[in-house]
């Protein structure tokens, strides 16, 4: 008999009981088990932490906050791509490993209390809590585990079967112990990542349709409860008392308030002026103009609340008007490039936005795999191979996008577009853009906001001035999530964000085989296998310096074949509050960390 039947045999007869303590393991999976993971390098907390040190352990537990959401919701099924589901779903569900917020890429035990990993991480296995419980008192499992993955591959959104592509089997090895086997060894996100997903418990799930939206309150194993809602109008969540994991290591001083409501609002200025009466507690701006003009009053004037500007280490990411490349117009790189002349950055930033953000000239904006610098030596030897299928931009330009001296007057910028479309097939004729076909060139911006629509009307005024019809179509958020699921748009306002690893997830934004998988994160229609190969370099990057410089080669091929028409970008969080929130005196690197304030206890409801 050899090592995998000995192996499969021992498995089995872990599954036949749950007291059965199995230690014989075969040579190719023994590892020493540890309390957590990095992607590269050492952990920053050791075996035994007691608590992150950006939160305060002995934070008062209770209270009640309200928070805003736009739009509405249909569903609490947040795996799938059909319906919108409620915002702070997340909440009641736990995953195998909780990621520290200051550290870049680091995970510690939760529902798992240990890992063991191989040393080129071709497996990982998970040794779960015994004392981990969904909240109708039920264990996790392992098999729990397996039926997770298996139902969110098979039925859930696109997006898991690109992630986790990679797996090549999920087995339950004992009641309490899982273990994941890659096909890939060199994705060494992927033991990480597998990490991070909820799990669903079996006994729920099984017998129910995962694949419909619907508002049957889910069963999950997180610190919070479905306490009530009114269908998209408003949730409350209610923190679980019987929250089996309140006392671990990456829980202790998080999940303080007692109750969490999300008021649902369908415009940004009444949700604003909802916010000043006292209707919720805590708001996080993005309209430059609000936070400018917006905060004001008596409110402000005698400290009920509090604003602050927060500067953040995050990546920002890439916000942009998207171009669907599906589309004949937009499949030309010429085209697209053409199109960005005509969005005057610098006059917007005066006269819309008050001067607060800054442009955009990178996919991993803020964040030091953002292709700011020519290309060195080492980034070259990734970029060789690919030599004769990208831009010849990317090899001696850094990309700036368009800019203007903000006055408004962009002809030169008119010019320089006009002739870049000539050389593509069109041509201003009567103050009309005309194609080989003869036929105009018109295209619907479809947004979700009409407060937007202020910062679109101009760019549509100047590409008016270049012989084209543009048409701004504002539309609900149901119909506007299925028109982009099934790519049914030309140009999108959205983002792209990412985080400070870059790992798999580029495969959904980027690669070849999410282009036609409908409710992909491949917005643009992305069809190059210069960017696949840059993805799996990315995704296979053995050391944190092949990750950085593998992925300012992608940013550079992305930027220089015109994908999008970069718009800006802020690095700070622009939050605001009733005094009646308190917060840790140290502040997460990664994030805001709002799952460690507090109610003050003199607030606090009788």
Not at 256 to 268: A, L, P, Q, S, V
Not at 528 to 546: C, G, M, S
Request: glycine share 8%.
């Amino acid at each position: 008999m050899n090592f995998k039947q000995l192996s499969k045999q021992i498995s089995t007869l872990c599954l036949l009981s749950a007291t059965l303590i199995c230690t014989l393991v075969s040579p190719l999976q023994a590892a020493t088990p540890q309390h957590g993971i990095s992607m590269y390098g050492d952990l920053k907390y050791p075996p035994g932490f007691e608590h992150f040190d950006y939160v305060n352990p002995d934070a008062p537990k209770g209270g009640s906050i309200s928070e805003d959401a736009l739009g509405t919701f249909d569903s609490f099924n947040s795996f799938i791509i059909k319906g919108a589901a409620a915002d702070g779903i997340g909440l009641i569900y736990d995953s195998l490993l909780s990621k520290a917020q200051d550290e870049p890429f680091s995970l510690y035990g939760l529902l798992a209390e240990s890992l063991e990993v191989a040393d080129d991480r071709s497996w990982i296995i998970f040794n779960l809590n015994p004392k981990a419980r969904f909240s109708d008192g039920q264990p996790v499992t392992a098999e729990d585990v397996v039926y997770t993955f298996k139902l969110l591959r098979e039925q859930g959104a696109p997006f898991y079967q690109s992630y986790y592509r990679d797996i090549s089997d999920v087995e339950a090895l004992s009641p309490l112990r899982v273990k994941f086997s890659f096909s890939a060894s060199e994705n060494r996100e992927l033991a990480m990542i597998v990490g991070e997903v909820s799990i669903l418990p079996k006994h729920y799930w099984e017998g129910r349709d995962f694949s419909k939206p619907g508002l049957d309150i889910p069963l999950g194993s997180g610190p919070y409860l479905i306490d009530s809602f009114d269908a998209g109008r408003t949730i409350t969540y209610r923190r679980n008392p019987d929250y089996w994991g309140k006392d671990l290591a990456v829980n202790r001083g998080r999940f303080n308030f007692g109750t969490i409501r999300y008021d649902y609002y369908k415009d940004g200025n009444v949700a604003l002026e909802a916010f000043k009466g006292g209707e919720y507690d805590f708001r996080q701006e993005t309209s430059s103009k609000q936070w400018a003009t917006g905060y004001t009053g008596t409110v402000f004037d005698e400290g009920k609340i509090i604003t602050r500007n927060l500067v953040h280490e995050n990546p920002t990411g890439m916000q942009a008007f998207i171009l669907n490349t599906r589309k004949p117009y937009f499949s030309d790189a010429r085209v697209r490039e053409a199109l960005a002349y005509a969005f005057d950055f610098e006059w917007t930033n005066q006269n819309i936005f008050y001067n607060a953000y800054t442009r955009t000239n990178s996919f991993f904006s803020n964040s030091e795999m953002a292709a700011t610098e020519l290309l060195t030596k080492k980034e070259l030897k990734i970029l060789e191979p690919i030599r004769n299928q990208v831009p010849p931009e990317v090899f001696t330009t850094v990309y700036k996008a368009p800019s203007t001296n903000g006055e408004g007057n962009i002809r030169g910028q008119l010019r320089k577009a006009l002739r870049l479309l000539k050389s593509a097939g069109w041509e201003l004729k009567n103050g009309l853009l005309l194609g080989p076909d003869g036929k105009q060139m018109t295209f619907e911006i479809l947004l979700i906001q009409p407060a937007f629509e202020r910062v679109v009307a101009p760019f549509a005024r100047n590409l008016e001035r270049m012989g084209v019809k543009p048409t701004i179509r504002i539309i609900d958020a149901s119909q506007y999530i299925n028109r982009v699921r099934s790519f049914d748009f030309d140009i999108i306002v959205s983002g792209f964000g990412q985080s400070t690893s870059p790992g798999n997830e580029q495969r959904e934004f980027w690669h070849s085989s999410t282009a036609d998988l409908q409710g992909s994160r491949n917005l643009i229609g992305i069809k190059n296998p210069a960017v696949d190969y840059l993805v799996d370099q990315i995704i296979q990057a053995p050391d944190r310096e092949q990750l950085v410089l593998s992925t300012r080669a992608l940013d550079r091929v992305l930027l220089w074949n015109h994908y999008v028409i970069p718009q800006y970008h802020i690095n700070s969080y622009r939050i605001a509050y009733w005094d009646k929130l308190g917060f840790p005196g140290i502040r997460p690197k990664y994030s805001l960390g709002f799952d460690t304030w507090w109610v003050k206890p003199e607030k606090m409801e009788p």
